[in-house]
């Protein structure tokens, strides 16, 4: 959950999400060491009075300033492109669940189950328990099995919406008459909270998504229950 004056991203609890946060450290302490590089060349240019007399040929400095580009963008490259593989794998998934985008709610389908769905709306103000937070909470969340590889198929009924939860570091478009897919996995049980990332209208600010991640035994126990009140 992000909180006031957070300057990194929020904790990770996926393993995808972990991998972002490693890439995200990797890639900005390479900007690091290049912006401290050229701010040297610049002070360095700034500060002397000396002129290199082979300034305008010199095939050394030509190789390196044409190598060490290439080498620092291989570098960021081959995780990145790692990382991508990763999120779009999708192996033998433990439960399947529908999103789809309304203006201006989310309702959600558990399609390995026959009748097990239900719509999530923004809890109003005057409705929130203490410690629920404002513009975030919903009457009914999403509730999966934690440790389990989840896969969420997303579309829209109307408008573009987006799918996101940072914690997780996911993030979809909802588009009306596609289906797209993401997948992931939860590493620890608790709420992780996220909004339509997508500006679909007067409303767009008023669609959150909550995720409850437990253990598979509550989880059986919550879908039983739900179905039973079906």
């Keep these: 959950m992000a909180h006031p004056s957070q300057l990194g991203l929020q904790d990770a609890a996926s ?36 002129t290199d007399k082979y300034i305008l040929d010199a095939q ?18 081959l995780p990145s ?12 998934p433990h439960l399947t669940i529908k999103a789809m985008g309304h203006q201006w709610y989310w309702s959600y389908e558990y399609t390995d189950y026959e009748e097990l769905s239900f719509d999530s709306y923004m809890t109003p103000l005057q409705d929130l328990n203490p410690g629920q937070f404002r513009l975030l909470e919903t009457d009914h969340r999403m509730v999966i099995p934690m440790e389990s590889l989840i896969r969420v198929l997303i579309s829209a009924e109307d408008v573009l919406h987006s799918w996101a939860v940072p914690a997780l570091g996911v993030k979809m478009d909802a588009v009306p008459g596609r289906l797209n897919q993401i ?17 679909c209208g007067a409303n767009h600010s008023f669609m959150p998504i909550v995720l409850e991640a437990i253990p598979l035994d509550p989880f059986e126990d919550w879908s039983s229950s739900m179905l039973e009140e079906a």
């Excluded at 492109?81 to 033998?92: A, F």
């Design 81 to 92: 492109l790692r990382i991508l593989y990763l999120i779009d794998e999708v192996e033998n």
């Design 15 to 50: 393993p995808v999400m972990e991998e972002l946060l490693h890439f995200h450290d990797h890639a900005l302490m390479i900007v690091f060491l290049i912006s401290t590089l050229v701010f040297y060349i610049i002070l360095a240019m700034m500060t002397t009075k000396m």
């Design 60 to 77: 050394e400095i030509e190789i390196v300033w044409t190598l060490l580009p290439a080498i620092v963008l291989i570098l960021v490259a």
């Design 183 to 199: 997948t992931f996995m939860i590493s620890r049980p608790g709420l992780y909270y996220g909004q339509c990332s997508e500006i």
